[in-house]
C-alpha cells in the first residue's frame, strides 16, 4: 500500500523552468517516482543540454519552450501537451526571476518584471492546466514559494511582494478548485546552493556566513533536498492537503536566530 501511494507511475508533470536548478532537481524526484517529465525552459541552449541530462538520468522527458508571461505561447503548449503527450497531471510552477536592488533604486519596469514572471506566470499556467485538469475531476499543482513568503529582506522587494502573492495565490486556487478533486499547495525552499543564490553564497561572502548561523540545520539546502516534498505533493500521499505551504529550510522559519558567537 505505502509505496503506491508515493508512485508517480503514468502520470505526466509539467515543471517550469526546470532545464536547471531546483526546478530540475526536482523533476528528477519525480521521474525517480515513475513520471513522465514536461520540461520548460525558454532557451533553446538550455533545453538541449537539460533534455540530454534528463536522458542520461534514464528518465523520459519532452521540452516545451515557452515564456510562463506569454498567454498564447502557453496556451499553445499546453493544447500541445495535452492533444500529443497526454494529460498534465502534475504541474509545477517553479519559474521565476529574482532581482537585488534597494528599491530606491528599483524602476518600476522591474519591479513589474518580477511580479509578471513570479506571480502572474503562475496565474496564466495554472489557468490553461487548470482547466483540463477540472474537466478530468484530478490534479496536482504546487507553486514553488520562498523564505519571502513569510519574511522581508534588503533588496528583494519585488521578489518577497510576488512570492508573498505566490502564498496567497496558492490558497486561492486551493479554495476554488479542491472541489474539482485539485489538491494546490505550495513548497517553500529555504536557502539553497544554486546558481540563484551564488552570488551571495561565496566563501567569506557576509550573507554566506549569516545564512549558515540563521539556519538550524547551519547549513545551505542541497537541491535534492526538495525531491522528497515534491513527489508527496505530487501523490495520492496529499490527496486531502490543500492551500497548504511546506518549507523546506532546514528549520530557519522556526528560530530568530542566534547570536554569532553562540553554538
Ligand atoms: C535572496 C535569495 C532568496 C532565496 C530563496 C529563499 O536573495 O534572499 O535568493 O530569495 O533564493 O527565495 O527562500
Redesign the pocket.
Known amino acids: 500500500m505505502m509505496p503506491e501511494l508515493f508512485s508517480l507511475q503514468d502520470k505526466r508533470a509539467l515543471i517550469t523552468g526546470s532545464t536547471h536548478g531546483l526546478g530540475m532537481a526536482m523533476a528528477k524526484g519525480l521521474a525517480g517516482a515513475g513520471a513522465t517529465l514536461l520540461i520548460n525552459g525558454h532557451t533553446e541552449e538550455k533545453m538541449k543540454s537539460a533534455l540530454a541530462e534528463y536522458k542520461k538520468a534514464g528518465f523520459t522527458a519532452h521540452g516545451f519552450l515557452f515564456d510562463v508571461t506569454n498567454e498564447a505561447e502557453v496556451k499553445s503548449a499546453v493544447d500541445k501537451i495535452e492533444q500529443e503527450v497526454g494529460p498534465i497531471d502534475i504541474l509545477i510552477n517553479n519559474a521565476g526571476i ?1 532581482m ?1 536592488t534597494p528599491m530606491l533604486d528599483m524602476e518600476a519596469a522591474d519591479f513589474r518584471k518580477v511580479i509578471d514572471i513570479d506571480l502572474v506566470g503562475p496565474f496564466i499556467v495554472s489557468k490553461h492546466v487548470g482547466k483540463y485538469m477540472i474537466k478530468r475531476k484530478a490534479g496536482k499543482i504546487i507553486n514553488i514559494c ?3 513568503s513569510e519574511l522581508g ?1 534588503n ?2 522587494s519585488a ?1 518577497a511582494a510576488a ?1 508573498g502573492g505566490l502564498k496567497m495565490l496558492t490558497k486561492n486556487m486551493a479554495t476554488e478548485w479542491a472541489k474539482h478533486n485539485i489538491q494546490v499547495n505550495g513548497i ?5 546552493a ?1 546558481a ?2 551564488a552570488p ?1 553564497r561565496t566563501e567569506g561572502h557576509p550573507f554566506n556566513e549569516f545564512i549558515i548561523n540563521r539556519t538550524p540545520a547551519g547549513r545551505w539546502g542541497d537541491p535534492e533536498d526538495l525531491a522528497g516534498t515534491a513527489v508527496f505533493l505530487s501523490s495520492a500521499a496529499s490527496n486531502f492537503v490543500n492551500g497548504q505551504i511546506i518549507y523546506v ?1 532546514g528549520g530557519l522559519l522556526a528560530t530568530i536566530g542566534k547570536p554569532s558567537n553562540e553554538v
Open positions: 529574482i537585488r520562498s523564505m519571502m529582506r533588496t528583494v521578489y512570492k517553500g525552499p529555504g536557502y539553497f544554486t540563484q543564490t551571495i529550510d
